[in-house]
Every structure is written in structure tokens, then in C-alpha cells.
């Protein structure tokens, strides 16, 4: 993604007054932009849908959940949201059987 950079600073300015300290708002810039790449492809893929094979369309969702959620959730709590629930009861917080 373009300026991804540029965005970490604009996020880090934004939350500085509302977060404890300097650190904590870089920590959010980083873990808003860090998968990036991820959210590219991710929107590419709402955009022409069509385009991606079967195995293209799971590896990018995939890729997109296996690295995007934590950083989601660290970002909330370094907001001051709180962490994050299991608002559609399906055991987000629990370990998946084998």
C-alpha cells in the first residue's frame, strides 16, 4: 500500500492526545498499518471478485486472518476500548480442537 508510512505518522498525530503517551500511539499507528498487504489483497478481492481462483480467494483470506486480527485486537486495547469479546458466541477466545 501506498504511503503507509505517511499513514502510520497521521495515525500516531490523531491518537496522541487521546492515549497515555507517545509509545502507545505509535504502538497503535503500527499495528493499524502493519498488514497492509494483507488488507490490499483483501480489497482487491472486493473489487472484482470473479477475477481470483478458489485456492487465491482462501490463501488471501487466510493470510488476512492469520495476521490482521491480533494486531486489530492489540489496537483496540492500546485505544482504551477494552479487549476484544465473543459478541457472536462461535468461542473466539477459545482454542480450536483438533
Not at 505518522?9 to 502507545?24: K, M, P, Q
Not at 481462483?53 to 485486537?73: K, M, S
Request: aromatic fraction near 6%; charged fraction near 35%.
Amino acid at each position: 500500500m501506498k504511503n503507509v508510512g505517511e499513514l502510520k505518522e497521521r495515525i500516531e498525530r490523531a491518537f496522541s492526545s487521546l492515549v497515555d503517551s507517545v509509545d502507545v500511539a505509535r504502538d497503535i499507528a503500527f499495528h493499524m498499518t502493519d498488514w497492509d498487504d494483507d488488507m490490499e489483497r483483501l480489497l482487491q478481492l472486493y473489487k472484482d471478485p470473479q477475477a481470483p481462483t478458489d485456492d487465491e480467494i482462501t490463501a488471501i483470506i487466510l493470510q488476512f486472518l492469520a495476521h490482521a486480527p491480533d494486531h486489530l485486537a492489540a489496537a483496540k486495547k492500546l485505544s482504551g476500548m477494552g479487549p476484544i469479546e465473543d459478541i457472536f458466541g462461535v468461542g473466539v477466545l477459545e482454542e480450536d480442537k483438533d
